[in-house]
């Protein structure tokens, strides 16, 4: 598994995978495919843009021309297919880009290593696809696949394809299904880089509803381990469940991170609850654990209070990431400008 093919890398996951297979594998040879929408930064790998193994190709997933160049040019030993429109409010505000990306565009990867015979295509997909739980029980793989947004309705019908792939034409396909990621260089719209950037500006910290929905937190890095352990040891056809055994209500998580700050209780604000939101995710990674010897490392305590003192060093980042189109977003989701 030498040359990898990474869609998606400028992104949040995507870039901490990168890193950490350039630091983890000194024979690997990645070439990142990214069409840099708002949520994709060259900034993101700038640690690694002298690195002669990481080549940066702009373009669109959706591009059947583009990839078929890619895959051309260099022969590939495996695709992960990180790219995608993923966050849950914008796809309630539009659904149109994340039916072209998450689902076209997964199509035309799926035919494109068809063509090319890559030998190993990891779909990188989430626990939303099952919908929701109450307070009890887990997500296993086996659990039927129920999505909420359009978002997770576009995840799944990705998944569909990928599925339908492998067993229509022996498609080398893998699926792997994360929890929710935190860490560094994630986009401020999600709950906790929005949160901590709001608060650090002593702005309103928008809980939808009560805040008493259930998120299990996993570290970015954990994730990209998962990624790694089912892309060489998964089996084709297969899904694999990641989660960071650290579920948490939003209220509970954002009371610590206004302690962390030593910031007051007094800017939570309750608005509006999201549209058809979910109540609780929680993960069984009894699959991964036995099959693939992987489980999540990262106390949760700690990797808070790294990614707290990473948003706190990276303040420039948090900035230039927060201007221009963001505030307009901001704007319409909230319904009021940032200051
Ligand atoms: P992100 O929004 O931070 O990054 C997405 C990246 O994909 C960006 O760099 C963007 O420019 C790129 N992209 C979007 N459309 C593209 C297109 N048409 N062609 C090429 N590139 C395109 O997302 P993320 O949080 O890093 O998530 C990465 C993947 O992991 C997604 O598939 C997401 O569904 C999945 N996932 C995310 C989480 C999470 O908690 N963030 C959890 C489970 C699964
Ligand atoms: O302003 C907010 N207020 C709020 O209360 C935001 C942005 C979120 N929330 C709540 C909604 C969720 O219950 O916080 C929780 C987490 O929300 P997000 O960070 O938007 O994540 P979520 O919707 O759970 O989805 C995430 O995990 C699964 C990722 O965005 C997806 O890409 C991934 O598939």
Known sequence: MKTLLVTGGC???????????????PDVEIINVDVLTYAGNLENLSSVEDDPRCRFEKGDICDRAFIDGVLSSTSVDA???????????????????FVQTNIVGTQVLLDASRQANVERY?????????GSLGSEGFFTEETP???SSPYSACKTSADLLVQAYCRTHGFPGIITRCSNNYGPYQFPEKLIPLFISNALKDEALPV????ENVRDWIHVIDHCRGIDAALR????????NFGGHAELTNMDLTLRLLRALGKPETLIRHVEDRAGHDFRYA??????????????????????????DWYLSN?????????????????????????
């Open 122 to 130: 990891l779909q990188v997909s989430t626990d939303e696809v099952y």
């Open 315 to 339: 303040t420039t980042w948090v900035e230039r990431v927060r201007s221009g189109a963001y505030r307009d977003y901001y704007e319409t989701q909230y319904g009021h400008r940032l200051a």
């Open 79 to 97: 695709i992960v297919n990180f790219a995608a429109e993923s966050h849950v409010d914008r796809s309630i505000l539009d659904s149109g880009p």
């Open 283 to 308: 993960i069984d990674t009894a699959k991964a654990e036995r099959e693939l010897g992987w489980k999540p490392q990262v106390v949760f305590n700690t990797g808070l209070k790294e990614t707290i």
């Open 208 to 211: 939808y509803g009560t805040g």
């Open 233 to 240: 040891d998964g089996k084709p056809g297969e899904v694999y």
């Open 145 to 147: 696949l129920d999505p």
């Open 11 to 25: 992104g949040f996951i995507g870039s901490n995978f990168i890193r950490w297979q350039l630091e983890n594998y």
